[in-house]
Structures are given as C-alpha cells and as structure tokens.
C-alpha cells in the first residue's frame, strides 16, 4: 500500500500559475505505481486531469486542461507534480493524486488516493 499526501494548495488569482505535489510513501518503489491527478470541483463529479507512467515518460491529458497542465514525476523521490497555467475561476476545486498498481497507465481506476489540497482561484 502506498500513502499519498498532496501539497501546494491555495488561493490563487486567475491568469496565474498554481504547482501542486503529491509525496509518495510506502514498502513498493515509487516507480512501480501508475500516477494521476483528479480534481473534483464543488458540486461536480470527481474529474480526471492527468496521467503519467511510471518511469514519466509517457504523460496523458484530458481535453479539459491540456496545454495548461503539466504532470511529472520523479522516482528517485517518490514525488509526484502538477503545474497548471493561465487558471480560470473553474479551476477551483479539491485537487487529488492517485496511484494504482494496474498493468496499464493512463485514466481509469485508481486504488490509492490522497486526502485532496484545496485550490481556490479568485478573481
């Protein structure tokens, strides 16, 4: 089982940039373990952004936010990262990483979740 804990959450203004982390803990290599973000706005289904496999270099995105969003990783670290540029308003909302052991990458089903960082975007 790994422990994920999302960090870098906040009040940001739009048209900003906003970096998230996710540290990783647990027996299993970092690297072993397909990542994701997912963020979930209020009042809206829990929605996926982004994916990375697990030596980071394959990256996918959702339509949503590609061209603004960057996922990376570094293993040597168990960390994982989100960047997000020119936000919007809607942008707000709880942003989680998730990790899975499954034999493919990419969206779909995560076992492992962080608690979530929350990230306001203010006008």
């Known amino acids: 089982q790994v422990q994920l804990k999302e960090s870098g959450g906040g009040l940001v203004q739009a048209g900003g940039s906003l970096s998230l982390s996710c540290a990783a803990s647990g027996r299993r290599p970092f690297s072993e373990y397909a990542m994701a973000w997912f963020r979930r706005a209020p009042g809206k289904e829990r929605e996926f952004l982004a994916a990375?496999?697990?030596?980071?270099?394959?990256?996918y995105y959702a339509d949503s936010v590609k061209g603004r969003l960057t996922v990376s990783r570094d293993n040597a670290q168990s960390m994982l990262y989100l960047q997000l540029n020119t936000l919007k308003l809607e942008d707000t909302a709880v942003y989680y990483c998730a990790a899975s052991l499954r034999s493919t990458w990419g969206p779909g089903e995560y076992e492992y979740w962080g608690q979530g960082t929350q990230v306001t975007v203010s006008s």
């Open positions: 990375i496999s697990w030596s980071g270099g394959n990256t």
